[in-house]
T-cell receptor, first 113, second 111 residues
Framework: NAGVMQNPRHLVRRRGQEARLRCSPM?????VYWYRQLPEEGLKFMVY????????ESGMPKERFSAEFPKEGPSILRIQQVVRGDSAAYFC???????????FGQGTRLTVV | SQQGEEDPQALSIQEGENATMNCSYK?????LQWYRQNSGRGLVHLILIRSNEREKHSGRLRVTLDTSKKSSSLLITASRAADTASYFC???????????FGAGTQVVVTP
């Protein structure tokens, strides 16, 4: 049973481009969470999704950021018109009803140049 | 602001010594979890303690939780060089996966 898979592991984008980060949850998990970690800081919650539903997006910036978790395929975190301040590690976690912990992926490190 | 605040920010010890770090939080919680992160890597889940539990052990790890003081501690006994990492506490309320993380304690264990 593969763990939470995130790709790419590293992503470099120029200012103004779009970044698409993918997360495949663990098999059997129906909940996905996205977090952002700035250098030397802890993780900050961004969004909680179930299949085809956004449950809690209280941590998402109001502009340029969106997330989806379609019925088929991975969850996508999309950042439009990236700026230098978007450079960070983005982590995805997944769990399912009844689990006692969420499992984290290895993260995608986004660098905006 | 962060829900969890770890103390100390950094800790340097020698192999064989114990490492203790503390976490304080502000609001009601359902559970508190500790994670380890090696430099530039993903998070490894260490231990989860529920709000109705006071102490939990896992191998060389011991976690305590005092909900009246809104604080938790993580003790690593007989530390090893491989324990060098950042350690984060994270609190949860209604969901196991929606967590509020502290800024972490950087632990360096020297041989």
């Amino acid at each position: 049973n593969a763990g939470v898979m995130q790709n790419p592991r590293h992503l470099v984008r120029r200012r103004g481009q779009e970044a698409r980060l993918r997360c495949s949850p663990m098999k059997g998990h129906s909940h996905v969470y996205w977090y952002r970690q700035l250098p030397e800081e802890g993780l900050k919650f961004m969004v909680y999704l179930q299949k085809e539903n956004i449950i809690d997006e209280s941590g998402m910036p109001k502009e340029r950021f969106s997330a989806e978790f379609p019925k088929e395929g991975p969850s996508i975190l999309r950042i439009q018109q990236v700026v230098r301040g978007d450079s960070a590690a983005y982590f995805c976690a997944s769990d399912s009803q009844g689990n006692t912990e969420a499992f984290f992926g290895q993260g995608t490190r986004l660098t905006v140049v | 602001s962060q829900q969890g605040e770890e103390d100390p920010q950094a800790l340097s010890i020698q192999e064989g010594e114990n490492a203790t770090m503390n976490c304080s939080y502000k609001t009601s919680i359902n559970n508190l979890q500790w994670y380890r992160q090696n430099s530039g890597r993903g998070l490894v889940h260490l231990i989860l303690i529920r709000s109705n539990e006071r102490e939990k052990h896992s191998g060389r790890l011991r976690v305590t939780l005092d909900t009246s003081k809104k604080s938790s501690s993580l003790l690593i006994t007989a530390s090893r060089a491989a324990d060098t990492a950042s350690y984060f506490c994270a609190t949860g309320w209604y969901s196991w996966g929606k967590l509020q993380f502290g800024a972490g304690t950087q632990v360096v264990v020297t041989p």
